[in-house]
Nanobody, 116 residues
Framework: QVQLLESGGGLVQPGGTLRLSCAASTSFFSFNLMGWYRQAPGKERESVAV???????NYRDSVKGRFTISRDNAKNTVSLQMNSLKPEDTAVYFC??????????WGQGTQVTVSS
């Protein structure tokens, strides 16, 4: 059973920074895609940033230039560095991983709140 465990959420003021981390219970080489999604109250879950095994990244337009996704295959972790946070970034952030067979896995989520 694959498990993804997120950490690093919390409360931060607008303009602040947070770093989210996701640790997997199995080797990252099992996954050809990893990423972060978020879901705000009353809204659908949306993709924030994804990264492939080869290191190719993709970001939603609203976080480009502010967020950076990275992965450490040796440590089986994927991280999301979030800078210049805005109130509209407030959401539960979920780690996601997809294996070569197309099966997806989700973490339990971590709350990020941007408020003064």
């Amino acid at each position: 059973q694959v498990q993804l465990l997120e950490s690093g959420g919390g409360l931060v003021q607008p303009g602040g920074t947070l770093r989210l981390s996701c640790a997997a219970s199995t080797s990252f080489f099992s996954f050809n895609l990893m990423g972060w999604y978020r879901q705000a109250p009353g809204k659908e879950r949306e993709s924030v940033a994804v990264i492939t095994t080869g290191g190719t990244t993709n970001y939603r337009d609203s976080v480009k230039g502010r967020f950076t996704i990275s992965r450490d295959n040796a440590k089986n972790t994927v991280s999301l560095q979030m800078n210049s946070l805005k109130p509209e970034d407030t959401a539960v952030y979920f780690c996601y991983a997809k294996n070569a067979g197309g099966r997806g896995y989700w973490g339990q989520g971590t709350q990020v709140t941007v408020s003064s």
